[in-house]
T-cell receptor
């Protein structure tokens, strides 16, 4: 069974600094997708960044980047120059094409001014 | 382009009642998935519909059911409500053939069972 583990229930970062959120997953598949979703308080879940497993290059979206280690089944999210608006629950997710998306338990990120 | 729309946004029911939640996917998206989100269990997959057929199903009792219409809109129904059914129910859609795997989520329907 595919599982996703986020070992950090809560993280805190000072505004303008960098923070890394951890995620590991378990799968026997070779072709899959990995995602980081952001869920602000009482707001919609939105995609932050995604990574196709067949791509060796780590995905980057502005201040957000990932460290994808396929052999280690690790997919961490780095947020650079943290902003107050980054405060949210962050979910790591895994999906095989045409199957359900599996989510980790989430990491609550607090950004201190 | 309008996003995923879920109605109602908030509702309160009592034990034993039933509830129907609605989801309109993004135009052109034919796959709709439903998730239950609770503080204790996190995000749990309920079911997915594609072209009016249930394609995948999570590990929930038969009280939870769903359907999809020809216009891709979907409904989920929970019968004989229990206190533990209190949760945020999220609907998400995806475009077949996009090869990205990404789900687009609605704002959710928050159900409180008293």
């Amino acid at each position: 069974a595919q599982t996703v583990t986020q070992s950090q229930p809560e993280m805190s970062v000072q505004e303008a600094e960098t923070v890394t959120l951890s995620c590991t997953y378990d799968t026997s598949e070779s072709d899959y997708y990995l995602f980081w979703y952001k869920q602000p308080p009482s707001r919609q879940m939105i995609l932050v960044i995604r990574q196709e497993a067949y791509k060796q290059q780590n995905a980057t979206e502005n201040r957000f980047s990932v460290n994808f280690q396929k052999a280690a089944k690790s997919f961490s999210l780095k947020i650079s120059d943290s902003q107050l608006g980054d405060a949210a629950m962050y979910f790591c997710a895994y999906r095989i094409a045409n199957n359900d998306m599996r989510f980790g338990a989430g990491t609550r990120l607090t950004v201190k001014p | 382009k309008a996003g995923v729309t879920q109605t109602p946004r908030y509702l309160i029911k009592t034990r034993g009642q039933q509830v129907t939640l609605s989801c309109s996917p993004i135009s052109g998206h034919r796959s709709v998935s439903w998730y239950q989100q609770t503080p204790g269990q996190g995000l749990q997959f309920l079911f997915e519909y594609f072209s009016e057929t249930q394609r995948n199903k999570g590990n929930f009792p038969g009280r939870f059911s769903g359907r999809q219409f020809s216009n891709s809109r979907s409904e989920m129904n929970v019968s004989t409500l229990e206190l533990g059914d209190s949760a945020l129910y999220l609907c998400a859609s995806t475009r077949q053939g996009a090869n990205t795997g990404e789900l687009f989520f609605g704002e959710g329907s928050r159900l409180t069972v008293l």
